[in-house]
């Protein structure tokens, strides 16, 4: 079965994510944006420095006595250098440079305005009718780490704001479907057996026809449970009651007749009769069976029931019944009458097809485990199958509805029950034996 994934969870995750990466997005435009924006100080930084450098470094060129020769600009402190310049003439040779700049990291010839190279950002401007040229340099690098802090700066917010939505979604979520999860809870809380309506006042709107619906569904089957009882009463007394009465007569008028003919007539008549009314039992209890009044709304303790049935048969059967039944309750949700008939099909059961010379074992554990077991033949696995159809059975010779296992099964599935059918039975090497098994 595939695993179902909680609405609270999904929008709880989902929104966090969102935001998330919304707030991603934001950082990383925010990051380009102020990057395009560092860039245009940097390079208005490098025409200022240019500008303000060039004046000084042609006046200390001009003045010089010894020539025109390279000269380094001296340093008041030792310290690292962003930007570093050359100053050239127009044929590229060196004039003046700031104390730490590389020569190499410039062009052979010196260029006017703005140029790039794979590790400097570069300005040019002249003077003095293009005879005297300065280049200032800044090392791209330094702008990458001045973007990475910025970014960094930026994004460190979220370390701390990513868990505080999460909580805060998770918070705000949780509060908007608290009546769902109610809602949920209610129904999962409640047995199989419980048609009172939900509670739907309290339910956001959009839930709100979910919940209308399934009290109308729920009040149409109580509806048709009921009906369905009702009738199963109704039938059970209108054709006990006419089959009883022409039961009695055919009795009666038995004793009366002397012919040995007349009386062997009779006497069939009079065992159809009493076969029609115990087929009409079986039948309305198959009915009940499968009208789905297999559980109650609460639980029940099933020894005493099982006791009582156990006992009644123990009358038609003396001494073939030997029953274990713990000292604890055992409780249930199935119908009380649901089980009796259930345990009462089983039993009698075993009683018509097991061997006559051995007890009937019924055991009823405290887990709610019940095992009915008798001896006799075997039934191969093909006929095993086939015994929970309607008016299947084993042993033709044996007299019987072939219902009892069909009710039985159609009992323990209504009240979410499996009923295993074995042979031979457990530890044997022959019998029958019959374990229901609540899921």
């Known amino acids: 079965m595939a695993t179902r994934n909680s609405l609270q969870k999904t929008l709880g995750i989902g929104l966090t994510l969102g935001v998330t990466l919304l707030w991603l997005l934001g950082v990383t435009a925010s990051g380009l944006v102020a990057q395009h924006e560092m860039d245009e100080v940097f390079d208005s930084a490098l025409e ?11 006046t200390d060129i001009l003045n010089r006595e ?31 440079r700031s104390h730490d700049a590389n020569p190499e990291v410039f062009g052979t010839t010196p260029k006017e305005g703005f140029s790039s190279t794979p590790t400097h950002r570069l300005y040019g401007v002249s003077a003095v009718s293009n005879t005297i ?6 090392p791209l690098a330094h702008r990458r780490e001045s973007a990475l802090e910025a970014g960094l700066a930026l994004l460190f917010p979220l370390i701390v704001l990513v868990p505080v939505s999460l909580m805060g979604v998770w918070w705000i979520v949780r509060l ?57 009463a109704n039938s059970a007394h209108e054709l006990r009651t006419p089959l009883a009465t022409a039961l009695a007569k055919v009795q009666r008028l038995k004793i009366r007749i002397s012919d040995d003919q007349v009386k062997k007539d009779v006497t069939e008549i009079e065992e159809a009769l009493r076969s029609l009314s115990m087929l009409s039992g079986k039948l309305l209890e198959l009915a009940k069976a499968e009208g789905g009044g297999a559980l109650s709304q609460n639980q029940h303790d099933l020894v005493p029931i ?24 055992v409780n249930s949700f199935i119908d009380p009458d649901a089980f009796a008939i259930l345990v009462r099909n089983l039993i009698e059961n075993a009683l018509k097809h097991g061997s006559p010379n051995e007890p009937v074992e019924v055991s009823l554990c405290e887990d709610g485990r019940l095992i009915v077991r008798n001896g006799g033949h075997t039934i191969s696995p093909e006929q095993l199958k086939l015994l929970r159809n309607r008016f ?18 159609a009992i323990a599935e209504g009240a979410g029950m499996t009923l295993y059918l074995r042979s031979p039975a457990t530890g044997r090497q022959d019998g029958f034996e019959a374990e229901l098994v609540a899921e």
């Open 176 to 232: 908007s479907l608290r009546r769902v999860v109610d809602f949920q809870r209610g129904i999962e809380s409640r047995g199989a057996g419980d048609l009172s309506p939900v509670a739907e006042d309290k339910l956001p709107r959009e839930f709100q026809p979910i919940a209308v619906a399934v009290n109308r569904l729920l009040d149409r089957l109580h509806r048709a449970l009921e009906s369905e009882r009702s009738f199963t």
């Open 392 to 409: 299947e059975r084993s042993n033709t010779n044996t007299s019987g509805s072939g219902l009892g296992l069909a009710i039985a099964d």
């Open 306 to 329: 099982l006791a009582m049935i156990a006992s009644d048969l123990e009358e038609q059967a003396p001494g073939r019944i030997v029953t274990s039944m713990p000292e604890n309750e």
């Open 66 to 96: 010894n020539g025109n020769g390279s000269q380094r600009a001296p340093a008041l402190k030792d310290h690292d250098e962003y930007l570093t310049y050359l100053v050239r003439d127009a044929q590229g040779n060196l004039l003046l």
């Open 48 to 58: 200022e420095t240019a500008q303000r450098i060039l004046p000084l470094a042609v």
């Open 133 to 138: 040229f300065l280049e200032v340099a800044e």
